[in-house]
């Protein structure tokens, strides 16, 4: 690990001396246009989500389930592109909540992984959450995280060895991304048991900050998460606000009660 | 023939351990599969050290599938091409195709990781009823993935599967063909990856699936070129075949990769024509990405989303292509070239009125091809060059297609 400092550290150290989590909530760039998005994800900050998690659509999503499938195909049929991305993502980081970008690999290598970590950092964003790119893959981003001073978010699941956990954590910098189910994204009535384990195996070899998600939907599910993890990631449910909602403004509202639902919940660990 | 007459020289082995064909391949996939992909590894490179595995896998090759496949003279098409053409018969085979070498070896590994359940995508659904073949008779539970486009398009094939007592499910997400079903696939895999081996059908994909699936089918060129030397006494001065993912096209490039005399041709369908934009062909119309766990050729836009591909084939229509023909591509062993659907369907009538074979569309590509890289060829040697094509499968699949291209059906 590079001995930089994590442009998203300061938010976990404040939450861990307020005895909570941080809520992270995700949202596709141009969902469901990108003003759309923009207004969704500073509503999601005004009730309450400490982190956007800002997701670049794309084509071939094998790690989401069919809400954020859905969610992409509706931005990516709208026309988005990467550079619309960047823009949603500064005006997002005005607010003045950190913003993690959460991408597949493709398209970040066709703009140029140097130039995207320019342009990412120029625009205000903490660093990449990678959910298919493993360290051993990631030369070229490891050096440009370094070189423009971004975070970089690995993803780790049940079934990777110690020896994977301690490697993979060891090229994160920020926080590390525990997969809390063996499957894809969406919410799910019950969280993981597998998650509990992975997170207390994580602790034996990195100090890190570390974000649980997939599965989360609801205010008790967060505060149990809370209870073992630094970070409770919320995607599916956040965004099925808006894709269920007859009209924006009932979609929003519907988004800021669940945001403040889950800040509710990052509050009041189980512990 | 002499003994080392059936054993060609195998060039440095590659993948490298991490599955590199120089800048090609690779994993690029969720951490949530590294360990399957890794215990995979682990079991082909044991698999194909074990003798007993390796016996196994070609009784069955010989006894149930019926290989080797003839390597046929096909003299009236060879008149018409202007070039001595022989034919691997892979159409032949039990299933009608090549596939069933790659999903015979992936059954008998997935026995080997104690695994009960199988999944695949499917295009046209050749690889779907190979794999609902195999996990019939291995007693594997077996649930193919299959774009809704095309599970209209091939109900024939959805009804093969059921019949075989796969389940059949029709994926409705993204351009809903197969490369979404590709995405479904590792989907199912992922949360199902403790019982569950995931059935490639081409040598793409994440490592070491590209590796794994060469090794199961490169019995193709090694019988080509052992009988090859029979017939003719030398090496072909070509060997050619389509490219979809390129399953079939290593299977019969592989022997001869040591043989620097012998060019290989791969043919990738060039659909409406390139300049339509209207093709498949990723090596010679796209550029290079990660797409489906590998980093290759792809079709994608200017932002990395992947484009629809299309071509009158269902078997070649697919955006992306096996990394390992990437790096052949790169390194110059092997050539590939684009052949229209126009192309590919003349090809295929030459070779039904020529020879009485109803070829599979995709296998037209390489014939379309042959004829077209012929003429250069034999002008280049200064005499009739001998060229051995990959048939790689039958034509009956392609009955409807073919017949209304050609407006042959007889109206209701
Ligand atoms: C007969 C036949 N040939 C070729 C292909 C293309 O696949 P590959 O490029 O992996 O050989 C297919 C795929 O369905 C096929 O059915």
Not at chain 1, 167 to 193: L, P
Not at chain 2, 84 to 111: C, M, P, S, Y
Not at chain 2, 196 to 218: E, K, M, N, Q
Request: include cysteine; hydrophobic fraction near 45%.
């Amino acid at each position: 690990m590079s001995e930089r400092t994590s442009r998203i550290g300061a938010a976990f150290d404040k939450a861990r001396a307020d005895g909570r989590a941080l809520l992270v909530g995700c949202m596709p760039a141009g969902f469901p246009t990108v003003e759309g998005s923009i207004a969704a994800m500073k509503a999601m900050v005004a009730a309450g989500v400490d982190v956007i998690e800002v997701e670049i659509p794309y084509s071939d999503p094998v790690m989401d389930g069919p809400v954020i499938q859905r969610a992409s195909d509706i931005a990516l049929a709208g026309g988005v592109r990467t550079r619309d991305t960047l823009r949603v993502i500064e005006a997002v980081a005005a607010t003045g909540a950190p913003v993690v970008t959460m991408t597949y690999w493709n398209p970040i290598e066709h703009y140029g992984v140097d130039a995207f970590a320019r342009d990412l950092a120029a625009a205000g964003g903490t660093g990449l959450v990678t959910p298919d790119l493993i360290p051993e893959e990631a030369g070229e981003w490891l050096a440009a995280s370094d070189a423009h001073g971004l975070d970089r978010t690995f993803l780790v699941a049940p079934s990777s060895t110690d020896q994977r956990l301690a490697m993979t954590a060891a090229h994160c910098r920020g926080f590390v991304y525990a997969t809390a189910i063996m499957g894809v994204t969406g919410a799910r009535s019950q969280t993981s048991q597998a998650a509990p384990v992975l997170v207390s195996r994580l602790r034996e070899v990195t100090d890190l900050p570390v974000g649980v998600g997939l599965g989360v939907g609801t205010g008790a599910q967060a505060a149990t998460v809370a209870g073992y993890a630094d970070a409770v990631i919320v995607g599916s449910a956040l965004i099925r606000c808006l894709l269920d909602a007859s009209d924006e403004a009932s979609g929003l509202a519907a988004l800021r009660a669940l945001s403040a639902e889950l800040a509710e919940g990052v509050r009041q660990p189980d512990r | 023939m002499s003994a080392d007459a059936t054993k060609s020289e195998v060039p440095a082995q590659l993948p490298d351990a991490a599955g590199h064909f120089g800048t090609f391949g690779g994993r690029f996939v969720p951490e949530a599969l590294v360990a399957a992909l890794d215990e995979l590894a682990t079991a082909h490179q044991a698999a194909m050290a074990d003798e007993t595995f390796r016996d196994e896998f070609a009784g069955l090759l010989r006894q149930y599938a019926g290989t080797p496949s003839l390597l046929y003279e096909a003299r009236r098409f060879s008149a018409q091409a202007g070039a001595r053409v022989l034919l691997k018969r892979e159409d032949l085979n039990h299933t009608g195709a090549h596939k069933v070498r790659n999903v015979l070896g992936q059954a008998l590994l997935t026995r080997r990781m104690g695994k009960r359940r199988v999944i695949a995508e499917t295009g046209a659904g050749q690889h779907g009823v190979a794999t609902a073949t195999a996990a019939a008779l291995f007693d594997l539970e077996c649930v193919v993935y299959m774009g809704q486009v095309d599970t209209e398009r091939q109900a024939l094939n959805v009804a093969r599967m059921r019949m075989l007592g796969a389940t059949v499910v029709p994926v409705t997400t993204g351009s809903r063909t197969l490369k979404d079903a590709m995405n479904e696939a590792m989907r199912d895999w992922v949360a199902n990856v403790d019982e569950t081996h995931y059935l490639i059908g081409t040598a793409a994909g994440p490592h070491p699936f590209p590796a794994l699936v060469r090794d199961f089918v490169r019995g193709i060129g090694d019988e080509a070129r052992a009988q090859c030397l029979e017939l003719t006494g030398g090496l072909p001065d070509a060997v050619t075949a389509c490219v979809g993912g390129g399953s079939n096209a290593l299977g019969i490039f592989h022997a001869f990769t040591g043989d620097p005399q012998v060019r290989l041709y791969g043919f990738e369908a060039g659909g409406e024509g390139m300049g339509t934009g209207r093709h498949a062909a990723s090596i010679t119309g796209g550029s290079t990405g990660v797409l489906h766990g590998t980093r290759t050729f792809v079709l994608q836009d200017d932002d990395g989303q992947t484009r629809e591909s299309h071509s009158i084939s269902a078997g070649l229509d697919y955006p992306g292509v096996g990394p390992e023909h990437a790096w052949l591509h790169d390194t110059g062993r092997a050539s590939y070239q684009p052949v229209t659907d126009a192309e590919a369907m003349a090809a295929f009538e030459l070779l039904c009125r020529t020879e009485g074979i109803i070829p599979a569309i995709e296998s037209a590509h390489a014939l379309a091809g042959t004829l077209a890289i012929a003429p250069k060829l034999a002008a280049e040697l200064g005499r009739q060059p001998t060229i051995v094509v990959n048939l790689s499968g039958r034509g009956d699949k392609d009955v409807h297609t073919a017949g209304e291209y050609f407006g042959i059906l007889d109206k209701e």
